[in-house]
């Protein structure tokens, strides 16, 4: 008898090529297009929109029009700390503003491990490492997602990008497809958490306010990546674990306005504009750990936490 989970996994496999790999050690699946994903929850989704500045979770469905490849795993400590060292003007300003040693104790505390993931980059150094694997890919720049160069403030977007084969950060279509790996619930292997800790580093029993104390029987930092099971589309830690960037501005996907993932009309960045982290993180409750949850509505590109992340994805062509 089939469980829903293994039908899934059956179901998909006529979207899903071999596994291809990528610069620096990575993973990645790859998703034959054109594929649609049902976006965001149903009123009645148990732990929808999850704090009070959270983004909205409208349903509805997107086309994604082309293939795409997305990384099975989290870019690590070991794996960002190479891009740093290669980039020395990048790392130089990898640090939190007028507390030089404080980069050095977040990542001890809370990703004390290389192969766990890395964190507190912002948004930009992000895109500035996928702009270094397809440099290390040998791809020209006409095909890089993002200009060359140290990103910031008010940098335009090629407005072919998602046309382009360089590495990029995932579009929030692209990531909730990979999320949800074909299923409609609001977590991959249904309604309940009952099985969350089998694919999620969370927290069971979050603080309720900032200045509460954390629980001790909850985690206290990352783990390492790929260290649980993976979703059926073989991503590991797409919930918990840390946030993770995507491309997109948070106000994109306020509305149910794009129904069909095409790159933004809005190419110019700006330190304004909030960008999506998905998937929740480990100091987090399990409602913060759906496929639709989008995070919190204030998450400028110039944010540093210590519970956030990403992965790559890349356009297949």
């Known amino acids: 008898m089939r469980t829903p989970l293994l039908a899934t996994v059956l179901a998909l496999t006529a979207s899903l090529a071999a596994q291809s790999t990528a610069p620096n050690g990575h993973t990645m699946v790859v998703v034959k297009g054109a594929v649609s994903v ?12 999850p704090a009070p500045d959270s983004a909205a979770e409208p349903q509805h469905t997107v086309t994604i029009p082309r293939s795409f490849a997305i990384s099975t795993t989290e870019v690590t400590v070991a794996q960002f700390r190479r891009f740093l060292e290669a980039n ?57 997602a993002y200009p060359a160069g140290v990103l910031r403030d008010g940098f335009e977007m090629p407005a072919d ?27 991959f292997f249904g309604e309940s958490d009952d099985r969350l800790g089998d694919y999620a580093v969370f927290a069971r029993h979050p603080p309720r306010g900032k200045d509460d104390p954390v629980d001790p029987a909850d985690p206290q930092h990352t783990a390492r990546v790929g260290s649980l099971e993976p979703n059926p589309l073989g991503l590991f830690d797409v919930y918990g674990n840390v946030w993770e960037w995507t491309q997109d501005r948070v ?50 590109p110039t944010n540093r936490r210590d519970n956030l992340g990403f992965r790559m994805a890349r356009t297949i062509r």
């Open 251 to 300: 106000e994109r996907f306020q509305v149910m306005d794009v129904v069909e993932d095409r790159e933004d009309p809005v190419l110019r960045v700006f330190d304004r504009d909030a960008r999506t982290r998905r998937g929740g993180a480990f100091p987090y409750g399990a409602a913060f750990a759906r496929s639709a949850s989008r995070g919190p509505v204030t998450s400028l």
């Open 161 to 187: 990008y998602l046309r382009r084969r360089g590495y990029r950060l995932p579009t929030e279509p692209e990531w909730e497809y990979a999320a949800r790996a074909g299923t409609s619930t609001s977590r």
């Open 38 to 49: 049902r976006m965001g929850s149903p009123a009645n989704e148990i732990g929808r929109v």
């Open 88 to 144: 020395p003007q990048v790392k130089s300003g990898y640090g939190f503003d007028g507390a030089p040693d404080r980069m050095a104790q977040v990542l001890s505390r809370f990703s004390p491990d290389d192969d766990g993931p890395a964190i507190a980059m912002t948004w930009y150094e992000a895109a500035m490492y996928c702009n270094w694997l397809s440099a290390r890919e040998g791809l020209p720049t006409t095909e890089w």
